[in-house]
């Protein structure tokens, strides 16, 4: 195995970042052409890079990311793929505000050891794909649809503009997403002809929160579920995941039979611009035993 790169596991502010957490941060993050292997625990995909496709691994090393490929990478490659997985794990965000915020708190002061970041895709638009892939349907229909993609993309994940170009009946016979094919392709046509440029959004200073659901909201097939997913992709943590798995999980954790949404968005308020983020960690610290 070659070395393309090593990573701290720190924030922007300093602040821990583990490497278990993220990747177990959230069900997209294990989609195709992602794949988790346990024990020892290491993280792999597929990376188009200056025109090949790379396979990648990742793992912790001494509170370093450690990168490695059986592949020859040029140099271009790798800084290709460098810059993708600092987008991955948000190497960039601070988010010791956050962990300050909940050092006494008795619901989520266990997080402030690293846990928290969303682990995202290379871009946005592969976010936006993969969130309507899970909309309205078991979650061995999403791996099905995914795994189509990812064998589109020859291992990796397709290009917009690959996506543009697919036929209706590949959408239809062969990754079989019914009405959620007509929303990818056209999304993925506007991505392509640049009518729209998702990784803008990843400009927290260019947008505010209110102006990104909104042009997430806009595209097809994206609504309050699926904006609120991929915002926490993008690391705006405000709007809370409301959807068919996280309200139960909330009420067998809180106790309570019912829980109008409004009252799950009261619960935690108390925690500003993180009060998704704090949702979220409340209901998956189970995800893994410490």
Same mark, same amino acid.
């Given at each position: ?21 993220? +990747? ?37 090393? /001494? ?59 290379? /871009? ?10 899970? /909309?309205?349907?078991? @979650? ?33 016979? +062969? ?11 056209? #999304? ?56 068919? @798995? ?17 009252? #799950? ?14 949702? @979220?960690?409340?209901? /998956?610290?189970? @995800?893994?035993?410490?």
């Amino acid at each position: 195995m070659r070395t393309i790169c090593e990573l701290p596991l720190r924030g922007a502010g300093g602040e821990p970042i583990s490497f278990a957490r993220t +990747v177990h941060s959230h069900g997209c993050a294990r989609l195709p052409p992602a794949r988790l292997e346990p024990a020892p625990l290491v993280y792999g995909r597929r990376f188009r890079a200056a025109g090949r496709v790379i396979d990648v691994t990742m793992r912790e090393r /001494t509170s370093r990311l450690i990168v490695e490929t059986a592949s020859t990478a040029s140099a271009r490659s790798a800084a290709v793929i460098e810059k993708a997985i600092r987008r991955m794990f948000r190497l960039d965000a601070d988010l010791s505000p956050f962990y300050s915020r909940i050092a006494g708190d008795d619901l989520l002061a266990w997080a402030a050891s690293g846990a928290g970041r969303m682990l995202a895709s290379p /871009t946005v638009f592969e976010d936006v794909v993969k969130t309507i892939c899970t /909309t309205n349907c078991t @979650w061995s229909a999403t791996l099905r649809m995914t795994a189509a993609l990812s064998d589109l993309g020859a291992g990796a994940f397709p290009e917009a503009a690959q996506l543009a170009q697919t036929s209706d009946a590949w959408y239809r016979d +062969v990754a079989k997403m019914g009405y959620r094919g007509a929303y990818v392709r056209a #999304i993925a046509r506007a991505q392509a002809s640049e009518e729209e440029d998702l990784d803008a959004l990843l400009d927290l200073r260019r947008f505010s929160d209110a102006a990104v659901e909104e042009k997430l909201l806009a595209l097809p097939g994206i609504g309050p579920y699926g904006a609120a997913h991929v915002m926490q992709l993008l690391g705006r943590h405000r709007q809370l995941v409301l959807d068919s @798995w996280t309200r139960p999980k909330y009420r067998r954790l809180a106790g309570k039979k019912q829980a109008k949404d409004s009252t #799950i968005r009261r619960a935690f308020a108390r925690y500003g611009e993180y009060a998704g983020l704090a949702f @979220w960690l409340y209901l /998956t610290r189970d @995800w893994i035993d410490e």
